[in-house]
């Protein structure tokens, strides 16, 4: 049985692994690994699944900076083992990463993915509009989520990482 928990240190020798597994050595080079690099995920909101004390999936939140002033959350990378696909454990792991972040008080947050995917968990390219982020990106891949009306969408400028 695949249980959620939130990620924690020792994880992370497994989570590269499974990233590695699932995005090859490409995964470094993308845009927004550049928010990621040399930042810590919110252990708060970020989440693997296990199995049998196996890490089969995870999903992982970023705090960044929106434009000038606001705080806003990375959503990312979502990644399943390759043996695992197919079996919900990546919609389970959004649908409970969004449902921490939302009782968090978070007001928004955007990721980087597949549109068809991620558009049945509440995302949408409108609300990112006013944002670009510090290197290449598919514009129609660039989403966000917003829990408060306007969080997301009346953000203007780059994206950074939070402490830059």
Request: hydrophobic content about 40%; aromatic content about 6%.
């Given at each position: ?10 994880h ?6 499974l990233?590695?597994?699932a ?29 049998g ?33 197919s079996e ?14 939302e ?19 509440g ?24 829990f ?17």
């Amino acid at each position: 049985m695949v249980t959620l928990q939130l990620e924690r240190p020792e994880h992370a020798p497994a989570i590269e692994r499974l990233l590695d597994q699932a995005f090859g050595p490409a995964r470094w080079h993308k845009t927004c690994q550049r928010l990621r690099d040399g930042q810590d995920p919110d252990r708060d909101l970020s989440l693997v699944a296990l199995e049998g004390g196996e890490l089969v999936g995870t999903v992982r939140l970023w705090p960044v900076r929106l434009g000038l002033a606001r705080r806003g959350l990375m959503l990312g990378p979502l990644a399943v083992d390759g043996s695992r696909q197919s079996e919900g454990i990546g919609a389970t792991l959004m649908k409970a990463a969004l449902t921490r972040v939302e009782e968090a008080g978070e007001p928004s947050v955007f990721l980087v993915g597949d549109p068809d995917y991620y558009r049945r968990f509440g995302f949408r390219q409108e609300t990112t509009t006013g944002l670009h982020l510090p290197g290449p990106v598919a514009r129609p891949r660039f989403l966000g989520r917003e829990f408060r009306p306007g969080a997301l969408s009346r953000a203007k400028g780059l994206v950074q990482k939070l402490a830059a």
